[in-house]
């Protein structure tokens, strides 16, 4: 499980987070979604540790991140919206050094990997140095970056970003596998098809504050809308409403 409560962080006269608290169950996929510069991406970053609230706490099974950052760590596997892969490495060892840097080694290691070349559907680029990779091959690097030390959570930022549809579909299809393992899958994207697919709970986001929760049907009936991209812009032109109004 991950936990978010009352986050706030300000970045010198920019309020990146106000307030921002959400639950993320196991065995369900929450979206966090919203405008850009709404917040998700600094509380995604709080979550894992590479930043400090200024109030607030995150926690990951019960473990303050900010506490105990690295058993936090241990528990959690995250997909940067930047893959950030190293050209100079090949897939299979980006993979191998993020599962040393989590403790893992030897036969249970190689064949962890191993497991999830296959399952990543790598087989045919597993060798090879990532420079060039397409964007569905770094995204597969990543994610392999990601699982390979066996986390119970997943942070799973634009997890679809720029991927053709085949690929797209078996991203989609990973993440159910996750969520019936009993996953705790906290996801962020701007496709709302996707989220529709994906979500079973929904955290919408203005200002660095969660305006809205709920599964998708609780919010298409609490706004009278049945497109959930209209449901998204309803919400948050009423949010920005209220706000004008406080002022």
Avoid: W
């Avoid at 966090?32 to 979550?47: C, D, E, Q, S």
């Avoid at 995204?139 to 799973?156: D, Q, Y």
């Amino acid at each position: 499980m991950i936990e978010m409560e009352n986050l706030c962080k300000r970045f010198g006269s920019v309020q990146a987070l106000g307030g921002l608290s959400l639950t993320a169950q196991d065995g369900r996929v929450t979206g966090l979604i919203g405008p850009n510069g709404a917040g998700k991406t600094t509380a995604f970053r709080i979550v894992y540790g590479l930043l400090t609230p200024d109030r607030g706490l995150a926690r990951v099974d019960g473990v303050d991140v900010a506490q105990d950052r690295m058993s936090a760590q241990r528990q959690l596997g995250v997909l940067p919206d930047v893959r950030g892969l190293y050209p100079r490495l090949t897939a299979r060892e980006h993979i191998r050094y993020f599962g040393q840097l989590h403790g893992a080694q030897g036969a249970d290691l190689d064949s962890d990997i191993d497991r999830l070349v296959i399952r990543l559907g790598m087989t045919d680029f597993a060798d090879r140095l990532a420079k060039g990779f397409s964007r569905g091959q770094e995204l597969k690097v990543a994610l392999g970056r990601a699982l390979v030390h066996r986390p119970r959570n997943l942070i799973l930022d634009e997890p679809t970003n720029g991927l053709d549809v085949m690929s797209s579909r078996a991203v989609r299809e990973l993440i159910g596998e996750m969520k019936a393992e009993g996953h705790c899958i906290l996801i962020s994207s701007h496709i709302m098809s996707e989220v529709s697919l994906l979500c079973d709970d929904l955290v919408i986001v203005s200002e660095g504050r969660t305006v809205a929760s709920g599964t998708p049907d609780e919010l298409r009936e609490a706004v009278g809308a049945e497109d959930l991209e209209e449901v998204f812009v309803r919400i948050l032109a009423r949010a920005s409403t209220q706000a004008e109004a406080a002022q």
